[in-house]
């Protein structure tokens, strides 16, 4: 009898065992595939500040895709500019010609671009670039929503495709109650 309780508590031990391995091996394949999602193939930012106000503001969640990094005007990037994260409309790319005028206007190849969500003009900052500016391949101009709170490339220029992290895809809001 007691033999039996013994080998039965042995088994017993054996499975638990077995569980454990088993769920400690689950676990590092969920870890690795988190990596690969979110390292590799989507990314999560915070909004840093209020510059693409009211759409997304400061606080916000954005989930944005590693494998897209900024191929149609129109597209919200997340990219780092001199070791900062920004995110940023995009208004032009490679072999484009951008013009920011004093009234408040923004030309892309001699058309003014119609922008109904942009409630700020559109004017050049101070000590940013001259224009007419032509971008070359591989460059992206990169406008906040809020255009009197930002730092885009109004200030820096154009900005390398290559800085670009990914586009968004969507956002989380955070709660402002």
């Known amino acids: 009898m007691l033999h039996d309780d013994l080998l039965t508590s042995d088994k017993e031990k054996a499975r638990a065992k077995a569980e454990i391995r088993r769920f400690f091996t689950r676990l590092a394949i969920f870890a690795a595939l988190c990596w690969v999602l979110f390292g590799l193939v989507f990314g999560l930012a915070a909004v840093p500040g209020n510059t693409m106000a009211p759409r997304l503001c400061a606080g916000d969640l954005v989930l944005f895709s590693r494998m897209d990094r ?40 001699g058309s003014a671009v119609a922008e109904p969500d942009i409630t700020t003009p559109t004017r050049p900052v101070e000590g940013g670039p001259d224009y007419p500016l032509t971008l070359a391949d591989g460059e992206l101009f990169v406008l906040c929503d809020l255009r009197t709170a930002g730092a885009d490339s109004r200030l820096y220029g154009a900005i390398p495709q290559s800085a670009v992290l990914g586009t968004a895809l969507a956002a989380l809001r955070r709660d402002n109650l």
């Not at 500019?81 to 920004?86: C, F, K, P, S, Y």
């Not at 995009?90 to 030309?107: E, H, Q």
């Open 70 to 109: 900024g191929s149609a005007a129109g597209q919200v990037a997340v990219y780092r500019q001199d070791g900062t994260l920004h995110l940023g409309r995009i208004a032009a790319r490679g072999g484009d010609t951008v013009t920011v005028t004093d009234s408040g206007a923004l030309l892309i190849n």
